[in-house]
């Protein structure tokens, strides 16, 4: 028994001596470590050229959209590079600044701050969540910085969150949701409609969009289900929705909640009786959820890359991405960060500055065909008015290849009767 | 440097050399006029970090953390509901200059007298509880303030989180100031954050800090000495709530947006790691922990998107290897 | 819309316990540490985390769903081994606060990794073929999957009861919990049994992530609510009662259901609810003993 307890002993005080070397190699090496990372803020401020166009890029690099979010960035370099390429503006070449946002409000408006106040930047554009884009928004317009939001929202084209500097480029779920419906309901599927509904303003806002669509077929609202953001499991959702026997059911959520809804709905066997329909169908989530899961859903979109079949600058910026991606094309996200960083670039051109008011003015002026067709801002909230497409996601059968998910069912041509009035928003023109 | 000369090993064998002593005084020096030491380096503070948005946020966090430390590093009670109060403060001070158009200096009190509705209530349901049931308690009470809040969209924004609190003409007696200016901002901020620490300080030296420490070494030897261990664990929760209310309050007017995370218990998890990594039940180690945290994790952003991996190893070697962290660790090296 | 029919309320109440099954699934493993190692495990989601993407690797290699059931809980049961060898045990008798302190950290380093391996969006995973469709059960249709997830969870806990309550080694695992000291002076090396243990644990939490990922997204983020609902259902149920936990499980999903029903905004918050009223009312929980851990 003593033995045993000596051994003890000794292992003990070996442990600690063990302990010890360790703890002092450690305190040494971070040490050392945080020495050489922490310098590397202050080096950045010095090094820069002060007459490059700088863009700031926050987007959601880690959190769940961090591969859209990659995209975005990947895309909107492809812009930046076009415009050194072209010779910038009067020489002046452009420079993106890509800021994680972490998909966190709070997060993002330090992010512009830093961007703003640390690297000076001319333009902020970026963001993939409404309350992020909103905090975005009024942390860079509240400095006269002009931001062109990538993301959907109908709240940032009202009165109360809309300023001169503020633009959209990403379409809103007023328009996304009223194209969906449009085309769902006006194929007498039968008149029922449910809807699932994420509690915050984005889903409450698509389902608004779905019920002015649904007035002139005179449709009827069976169910509304309310869940809340970022549910995991939607089989307590679910049989409200089949009791009510609906005809269609409208997805009113975003990105996982589509996909694990779509997922546990069909797990239901929910499809065979009703259409699925999503207003903001997306590539990403599709190829997560794969084509069994999503087969039949019809939704909108901003894009798809077989878009270039009909429109001829589809086809160059899809080859442009293809080029730096190993054949894979762009997807409907990535394009936004695309066409947001472009827009701002072109309109500097036309202002022959990047002084914000100017931009402004040319932003306003802007007519612009960069990936999908003809866009331009509206007066009086800057949304981008641009065609909405209508898609139906393939069965795995008729997919030609891996990238080819979705069928294009059509393309409603960029038009201003799609948005809510200046009025309506509380905008005095 | 003299502590670059200065071998650890000697340090470990107590053989201090006199370089070492020297920088033992000077820490002895710092930690008795503390008050002082530390708003000499806060005046001079935004200068010294890449950003002055970040200078600020650690001043705040700094608070936040400090606050908590107060029932966590100092009565050892792990609440995981303190975003409750943080979040609560930016709500109520947001919400009073959003949509009732009071002043900054009226929300602002407004908001102290709602947290510390809240903090009281809390604190009375929770301080019943002991250990993990305290952290569980905690954490469901003000995940159940989110909830709360989330579902009052007319006033909170909800999930958009509150917009629209404009800074940039705020009257302070009189003199109109542009809160957009981030010098500006960082000394208002000051302004509240200095005398701050120092309440924080006095409280931590009068009797009641004493009592405050002797719950945490043996609750059951306090009571027996004759202290009501209960109430003074409620006021203490109290006042902790109050200081990290303030810390929000001012967050409100920093971002001038309220976002709804503020108040989600990932939030509460922050003050955990940044008291954690400065040294709990230390008067300094919540601000080197607000420090370093936001800092590293400022850094390793922008130089990879796996920052998670390197903060949490670094979190896990923490625990393992310097659970007093790092101003414990200091003091317990030099202090001595 | 009209009222609420009695079919509805069934098959809502069906939903709910089913739900509760799974809410006991995730919690179980959990539970079990806590109880019998005073180990708050807060990379708990995060090795539930890990189940669900080893599941995807396995049946990337080898195409069946069954030899997954089987590999996964080995794989993420051997590190949860590793884990608590190398890092959880320096931590023992240094206070409750420093285990869950160091999972904490230890989270984010395996969630970090899957995301390194596996990409940051999610992967596509299905239930297999033969439990996929729809079951009419007379008042309304239920997922096949779903069936079978309550059976297999039964199935799992009454293996996991006579284990602990049946087996010698149960008996050393409830002795250790009662008072190590005790066990180690009759001679039992009581650090094998907290080893055996956590990796249970650890196993059962893989294996709850590849149960649920043919039903949740497969997303690196996926277990961040799991923990939160496994901590819910272990306080509700009293730390370290297998019979705690399942009354909790089916009590916290009749709950959720039911608020889904009739205020479906608050469902998230009703959880929530739920474990304030039981802390306040009976601390312990449930089923839980007074007075265990609440130093």
């Not at chain 2, 405050?212 to 929760?237: D, H, M, P, S």
């Not at chain 3, 950290?105 to 940051?120: D, H, N, P, S």
Request: hydrophobic fraction near 50%; charged fraction near 15%; proline fraction near 4%.
């Amino acid at each position: 028994m003593s033995t045993k307890d000596d051994q003890n002993g000794t292992d003990g005080n070996r442990t600690e001596d063990r302990h010890g070397l360790n703890r002092r190699d450690f305190i040494k090496t971070s040490a050392l470590g945080m020495a050489a990372v922490a310098a590397g803020p202050w080096i950045g401020g010095f090094a820069r050229a002060q007459d490059t166009i700088r863009i700031g890029f926050p987007v959601p690099l880690t959190g769940p959209y961090g591969s859209e979010a990659k995209e975005q960035a990947a895309c909107a370099q492809i812009a930046i590079d076009e415009f050194n390429a072209a010779g910038g503006l009067d020489g002046r070449m452009a420079e993106l600044l890509v800021r994680d946002d972490k998909l966190k409000p709070g997060e993002a408006a330090k992010r512009t701050l830093e961007l703003i106040e640390k690297d000076g930047v001319d333009f902020v554009c970026g963001s993939l969540s409404a309350s992020v884009q909103l905090a975005v928004n009024s942390v860079a317009t509240e400095r006269g910085i002009i931001y062109n939001s990538i993301s959907q929202s109908d709240t940032i084209n009202e009165a109360s969150d809309f300023t001169k500097y503020t633009f959209h480029e990403a379409m809103n779920p007023h328009m996304t949701a009223g194209t969906a419906g449009d085309y769902a309901f006006s194929r007498n599927q039968g008149k029922k409609v449910a809807y699932l509904v994420a509690d915050y303003a984005y889903g409450h806002e698509m389902m608004r969009g779905f019920k002015v669509a649904g007035e002139q077929y005179g449709m009827e609202t069976v169910a509304e289900v309310i869940h809340p953001l970022a549910a995991q499991d939607f089989s307590t959702f679910l049989p409200r929705i089949m009791a009510a026997g609906p005809d269609i059911l409208c997805l009113c959520n975003f990105g996982l909640d589509q996909l694990n809804s779509i997922k546990q709905a069909h797990s239901f066997g929910m499809k065979e009786s009703m259409q699925l329909v999503a207003p903001a169908l997306l590539y990403n989530q599709r190829l997560a959820g794969g084509p069994d899961v999503f087969e039949g859903v019809v939704g909108a979109a901003n894009y798809h890359w077989t878009l270039e079949d009909s429109v001829a600058t589809a086809k160059t910026f899809n080859d442009k991405y293809r080029e730096r991606h190993d054949g894979a094309p762009p997807s409907d996200y990535g394009a936004y960060g695309y066409a947001g960083v472009g827009a701002l670039l072109q309109a500097a051109k036309d202002a022959g500055t990047t002084r914000s008011d100017p931009v402004v003015e040319a932003m306003e002026a802007l007519k612009y065909n960069l990936y999908k067709g003809p866009e331009y801002f509206r007066q009086c909230d800057h949304q981008a008015v641009q065609s909405v497409l209508v898609v139906e996601s393939k069965p795995a059968s008729a997919m030609r290849n891996e990238y080819d998910v979705f069928e294009v069912k059509e393309v409603r041509e960029a038009s201003e009767s799609m948005l809510r009035s200046c009025e309506a928003l509380g905008h005095k023109a | 440097m003299a502590t670059k000369n200065s071998r650890t090993e000697r340090l470990a064998t107590n053989d201090i050399p006199i370089s070492g002593r020297r920088v033992a005084a000077a820490l002895h020096a710092v930690a008795r006029h503390r008050v002082l030491a530390v708003l000499v380096l806060l005046a001079i503070f935004p200068w010294l970090m890449p950003y002055k948005a970040l200078a600020v946020d650690i001043l705040l966090y700094g608070l936040f953390a400090m606050g908590f430390n107060l029932i966590f590093g100092y009565t050892g009670m792990l609440s995981f509901g303190h975003a409750a109060f943080f979040g609560t403060g930016a709500y109520a001070t947001g919400i009073a200059m959003v949509h009732f158009n009071v002043p900054w200096f009226g929300a602002m009190a407004l908001g102290l007298v709602i947290v510390a509705a809240v903090a009281a209530v809390i604190g009375l349901l929770a301080t019943r509880t002991r250990g993990i049931y305290f952290a569980m308690v905690t954490l469901a009470l003000g995940q159940l303030v989110y909830y709360a809040v989330y579902q009052m969209t007319e006033l909170s924004g909800g999930e958009n989180g509150l917009r629209g609190i404009q800074v940039s003409e705020l009257s302070v007696l009189g003199v109109p100031v542009n809160l957009l200016d981030p010098v500006n901002k960082y000394y208002f901020m000051l302004a509240f954050i200095g005398p701050a620490i120092w309440v924080f300080s006095r409280i931590l030296a009068s009797p009641f800090g004493a009592v405050l420490e002797a719950i945490r070494e043996n609750e059951n030897r306090a009571r027996a000495c004759g202290y009501n261990v209960a109430q003074t664990k409620w006021v203490a929760f109290l006042l902790s709530g109050l200081f990290c209310g303030v810390a929000g309050s001012l967050s409100a007017i920093h971002l001038s947006i309220v976002p709804i995370e503020s108040l989600h218990y990932h939030t509460s998890g922050l003050a955990v790691m940044m008291s954690l990594l400065g040294g709990m039940g230390t008067f300094f180690g919540p601000f080197i922990g607000a420090f370093v945290f936001l800092l590293l994790e400022d850094v390793i952003t922008n130089i990879t998107v796996h920052w998670q991996l390197f903060l949490g190893t670094l979190f896990v070697l923490f625990v393992l290897f310097l659970p007093k962290g790092i101003w414990g660790t200091l003091l317990e090296r030099l202090g001595r | 819309m009209a009222g609420y029919p009695i079919e509805l309320i069934v098959m809502q109440l069906f939903t709910g316990l089913a739900l509760g099954t799974v809410f006991v699934l995730l919690a179980v493993g959990l539970s079990m540490v806590f109880g019998l190692l005073t180990v708050v495990n807060f990379a708990h989601g995060a090795f539930y985390t890990v189940g669900a993407y080893t599941g995807v690797f396995l049946f990337g290699l080898t195409g069946n769903f069954w030899v997954c059931l089987v590999g996964v809980p080995l794989v993420v049961g051997t590190i949860g081994l590793v884990v608590e060898r190398f890092l959880v045990r320096p931590l023992y008798g240094r206070g409750i606060d420093y285990p869950l302190l160091l999972t904490f950290g230890l989270a984010y380093v395996l969630v970090e990794l899957v995301r390194i391996a596996f990409g940051t969006s999610g992967v596509p995973f299905s239930a297999p073929p033969s439990l996929q469709g729809a079951l009419n059960l007379g008042f309304g249709y239920f997922p096949l999957y779903r069936v079978f997830l309550v059976g297999f969870t039964t199935v799992l806990l009454i293996g996991l009861w006579l284990f602990i309550e049946r087996t010698r080694y149960g008996l050393v695992i409830r002795a250790g919990a009662r008072d190590p000291e005790i066990v180690r002076v009759l001679g039992i090396d009581v650090s094998r049994v907290w080893l055996l243990v956590f990796g249970l644990g650890t196993a059962v939490a893989g294996l709850a992530g590849l149960l649920a990922a043919p039903m949740r997204g497969v997303i690196p983020e996926m277990g961040i609510p799991v923990l939160v609902e496994a901590f819910v259902v272990t306080v509700v149920g009293g730390m370290g009662s297998l019979a705690g936990a399942v009354v909790a499980g089916l009590l916290v999903g009749v709950v959720v259901s039911m608020t889904s029903l009739f205020a479906p905004a608050f469902a998230d918050m009703s959880m929530f609810a739920l474990m304030a009223l039981v802390l306040v009312i009976r601390p312990q929980g449930l089923f839980g003993r007074a007075g265990l851990m609440g130093g």
